[in-house]
């Protein structure tokens, strides 16, 4: 994206506040203040609508007229009270009462509680109020005490090719909601999504195993362009990547059909089968020497090759049993691999081939990944029907994306930013 996107980083310490009744009047029923308060940038407006809230209410909301939300300047947070939520219109928005998660935008048109202008260098928390029915003096809130520090950092969402769907799915990567279908299940004849590459225009070039070709989407909207590559027709595409010479390589997973062919990136016309007699190959992967890594699922292995398609060294031969996925990694001497059949990702010392250890284990069937921010590497799990994110550095798990809308998940790359709602 050229769109330099604000995100607001966040400390989190949960500060709850509650207004007792004024008068001790035990007729009037209690309420509870909402909780578990949570706010992420999601878009460069330079105004409230940038910021997304999340908070829960486990109460039944039987008393509970609305809820308010306020945003405090974090130096003024202490001055707030249950008479802050009923000031001018334009510093307080209002939301429908609900029992349980309540997710929403905030109104761009939002002021912060002193009636200014949301804006950058000002630290803010956020209030939010349970608005009692009968007795508004005895409303509960609670106050996220959280310094947000506005900086300058490219916002992308999460593009995943859902396989069985036959579909490109989108999940927010700042809040991990789901977004929805991007490219609409078998838009384009698309069958057995496998992986998708954005090209310089912006638009989604995408391999389905039921295809003979690689589709192109808009970027924009997921609308179905055209087929893309011509001059061969291809039996199961697979995993596609752009190589070094800026040609599109392309793996076929059928038996009759089972080399790596390569397509020019502009026109997509056909090139040449880089090599052949692979079993069911998947994943590419090249190294600052130009040297060519390919994943094997028939005979599970990583086989390493140089710039001409010259067989260099087999890696993993007896250790794999369904690598799907590789990358390398030369800052830590590492060759990584993705193998779907045992759930894990194991590195191999690149200059060796030796087994080194496991980065990631505990998953079902992996397949995909992608570096994220943060030191972030998220991963699709087949099985499991989620995206789950790891450190990259240790392999430690930090949270785990599942919807209903997966199905065998396969990939996963960066692409445009789009708003929760």
Known sequence: MNTKLVYLSLVVVFVFTSCESSDGNDEVPVIFAPNAIEHFDINNRDNASDIRLFFNFSQSIQHVKEFRVLLV?????????????????????????????VKLTLDPLLKDINGDNIRNAISYSIAVAAIHKSSEEDSKFSIANQSLTLTTTELRDLYISNSRGNSVVVIDEVTGELIGDFVSPAIGGLGNTQEMIINDAGDFLVTGLNNTALKLYD???????????????????????????????????????????????????????????????????????????????????????????????????????????????????????????????KEFDLATGNFKSNLVTGMQRVEGFLFGRDNALYLCDWQNNSVNEYDLTSGASRRIMQFDVLNNPNGVIYGPNIDPN
């Open 219 to 345: 970027g924009a909207t997921g609308a179905f362009i055209r087929d893309f590559t011509n001059g061969y027709v291809l039996g199961a595409p697979t995993k596609t990547s752009i190589g070094p010479d800026n040609l599109i390589y392309v793996s076929q997973w059928t038996n009759d059909i089972n080399n790596v062919a390569r397509f020019n990136y502009e026109t997509g016309a056909f090139v040449d089968e880089f090599v052949t007699g692979v079993d069911r190959a998947m994943g590419h992967a090249w190294d600052s020497n130009g040297n060519y890594y390919l994943a094997l699922f028939g005979t599970p292995s990583i086989v390493k090759y140089d710039s001409q398609g010259n067989e260099l060294a087999k890696i993993g031969e007896g250790l794999l049993q369904g690598p799907v996925n590789v990358w390398v990694d030369e800052s830590r001497n590492g060759l990584f691999v993705v193998d779907w059949s045992v759930g894990q990702v």
């Open 73 to 101: 300047p974090e130096v003024e947070q202490s001055n707030v009270g249950v008479t802050s939520f009923f000031i001018a219109d334009d510093r307080v928005q209002i939301v429908t009462a609900k029992q349980g998660d």
